[in-house]
């Protein structure tokens, strides 16, 4: 018997590990200091009300024999299906019902794409990038090649041309970064695809935060359908982190290498997924109704205030960075030259603020920090001040 010796390949995960021992460390010592946490990626405000009904109509429906149900489609269930479609229509993007399959999440079908796809395609993935994007790969035996992210581009990567991918990860609004893709850059990348006769997989869990005239897909550009899959979350759209629902689109017309894409997608998912509960489908078509869109945006909109908040105080101190608009994610360079981790030790000691280093997302995010808007606005506002309080007293 023979382990996977790809994952021998993995560089180890110390970025959040790492986070949380010296935050631990730190509170352990100074048990009367309150810690503020602005690093966490996880959302902080309940469900929608709206949802929660949804989901306790569903899980009564289980308990009576007339409207049991088992298991569920594995692509989902028609309304949720088609919940989906009306969605990506309010905002004048045609896809239809029957090319979306209803997930546990963005961060499962990213990873599990891969098994449709030979071992041998190079993929590309942006840097900064999501660790998923990368490690998935690297279990499977792919090469990496990646395409840089900087302040020169307002860390909105493009394709480079003396590299060819076969698969492209694109995420936008980006995590850990924050940008957004316009139209314009979104074409070249469509454009790149198809010249490559890649196929891009594009993470779109953030595009409920996008308030300016950006895509909130990518089949807003012509010509995506015959390169792209997309996938989005329930998790940051309508706080299911801990429900878990998503959806991947993956158009009829979708062609390589003699295949129908479509066709193996729904055969890896027949054979490996037996699909979302009944409750939480349920919730997921909740979402999309026209009270569960008001609700939710309530939530949404207290993010993205607390994302101004942030921004903000970027804007006063004169800090470079990117997101804050269009993202819950504030991608800052560190002030007075310092990196990831000194300036990560500096707040957490000077203004007892949690955030992330940057440098855990790549080469490019060292001397970058992350901050998040899905805290307490209370918590958020008094962290803001502290960290004004603090920044250039090194």
Same mark, same amino acid.
């Given at each position: 018997?023979?382990?996977?010796?790809?994952?021998?390949?993995?560089?180890?995960? =110390?970025?959040?590990?790492?986070?949380?021992?010296?935050?631990?460390? @730190? !509170?352990?010592?100074? #048990?009367?200091?309150?810690?503020?946490?602005?690093?966490?990626?996880?959302?902080?405000?309940?469900?929608?009300?709206?949802?929660?009904?949804?989901?306790?109509?569903?899980?009564?429906?289980?308990?009576?024999?007339?409207?049991?149900?088992?298991? #569920?489609?594995?692509?989902?269930?028609?309304?949720?299906?088609?919940?989906?479609?009306?969605?990506?229509?309010?905002?004048?993007?045609?896809?239809?019902?029957?090319?979306?399959?209803?997930?546990?999440?963005?961060?499962?079908?990213?990873?599990?794409?891969?098994?449709?796809?030979?071992?041998?395609?190079?993929?590309?993935?942006?840097? #900064?990038?999501?660790?998923?994007?990368?490690?998935?790969?690297?279990?499977?035996?792919?090469?990496?090649?990646?395409?840089?992210?900087?302040?020169?581009?307002? @860390?909105?990567?493009?394709?480079?041309?003396?590299?060819?991918?076969?698969? !492209? =990860?694109?995420?936008?609004?980006?995590?850990?970064?924050?940008?957004?893709? /316009? =139209?314009?850059?979104? *074409?070249?990348?469509?454009?790149?695809?198809?010249?490559?006769?890649?196929?891009?997989?594009?993470?779109?869990?953030?595009?409920?935060?996008?308030?300016?005239?950006?895509?909130?897909? !990518?089949?807003?550009?012509?010509?995506?359908?015959?390169?792209?899959?997309?996938?989005?979350?329930?998790?940051?759209?309508?706080?299911?982190?801990?429900?878990?629902?998503?959806?991947?689109?993956?158009?009829?017309?979708?062609?390589?290498?003699?295949?129908?894409?479509?066709?193996?997608?729904?055969?890896?998912?027949?054979?490996?997924?037996?699909?979302?509960?009944?409750?939480?489908?349920?919730?997921?078509?909740?979402?999309?109704?026209?009270?569960?869109?008001?609700?939710?945006?309530?939530?949404?909109?207290?993010?993205?205030?607390?994302?101004?908040?942030?921004?903000?105080?970027?804007?006063?101190?004169?800090?470079?960075?990117?997101?804050?608009?269009?993202?819950?994610?504030?991608?800052?360079?560190?002030?007075?030259?310092?990196?990831?981790?000194?300036?990560?030790?500096?707040?957490?000691?000077?203004?007892?603020? *949690?955030? /992330?280093?940057?440098?855990?997302?790549?080469?490019?995010?060292?001397?970058?920090?992350?901050?998040?808007?899905?805290?307490?606005?209370?918590?958020?506002?008094?962290?803001?001040?502290?960290?004004?309080?603090?920044?250039?007293?090194?």
């Amino acid at each position: 018997m023979r382990v996977n010796k790809n994952f021998d390949n993995l560089v180890p995960n =110390y970025l959040f590990a790492e986070v949380a021992k010296r935050t631990n460390d @730190f !509170i352990a010592k100074n #048990p009367d200091k309150k810690v503020i946490k602005l690093g966490i990626g996880d959302v902080t405000l309940p469900l929608a009300p709206v949802v929660v009904e949804a989901m306790k109509k569903g899980a009564e429906e289980l308990g009576v024999k007339e409207t049991f149900k088992g298991y #569920p489609e594995y692509e989902g269930y028609d309304f949720v299906r088609q919940a989906v479609s009306d969605y990506y229509k309010s905002f004048g993007v045609d896809v239809n019902a029957d090319e979306v399959f209803i997930s546990d999440g963005a961060k499962s079908d990213c990873g599990n794409i891969g098994d449709i796809f030979s071992a041998d395609n190079a993929v590309m993935v942006t840097d #900064p990038v999501y660790p998923v994007y990368v490690d998935s790969n690297i279990m499977a035996g792919r090469k990496i090649v990646y395409a840089d992210s900087n302040e020169s581009n307002g @860390f909105a990567a493009m394709p480079p041309e003396d590299v060819k991918a076969d698969i !492209i =990860y694109l995420c936008s609004p980006n995590n850990p970064t924050g940008s957004a893709y /316009t =139209y314009d850059q979104l *074409v070249k990348w469509v454009e790149y695809a198809k010249k490559n006769d890649a196929v891009i997989l594009y993470d779109a869990a953030y595009e409920a935060f996008i308030s300016e005239n950006i895509p909130r897909s !990518i089949y807003a550009v012509e010509g995506a359908k015959e390169c792209a899959i997309e996938m989005c979350s329930l998790s940051k759209t309508a706080g299911f982190t801990g429900t878990r629902c998503g959806y991947t689109i993956v158009p009829k017309t979708l062609e390589r290498d003699g295949h129908n894409i479509y066709s193996i997608w729904y055969r890896r998912q027949a054979t490996k997924f037996n699909g979302v509960s009944w409750p939480v489908q349920c919730a997921a078509a909740a979402v999309f109704s026209e009270e569960g869109q008001k609700q939710i945006k309530e939530n949404l909109e207290y993010y993205k205030e607390n994302a101004r908040i942030i921004s903000s105080a970027m804007d006063e101190l004169g800090i470079y960075y990117t997101g804050g608009k269009n993202s819950p994610y504030i991608w800052l360079k560190c002030p007075n030259g310092m990196g990831s981790w000194e300036f990560f030790d500096f707040l957490l000691e000077k203004a007892n603020v *949690v955030g /992330t280093p940057g440098e855990g997302f790549g080469k490019n995010g060292a001397g970058y920090f992350r901050l998040t808007s899905f805290g307490d606005r209370d918590n958020t506002i008094e962290a803001v001040e502290r960290i004004k309080k603090v920044i250039g007293k090194k």
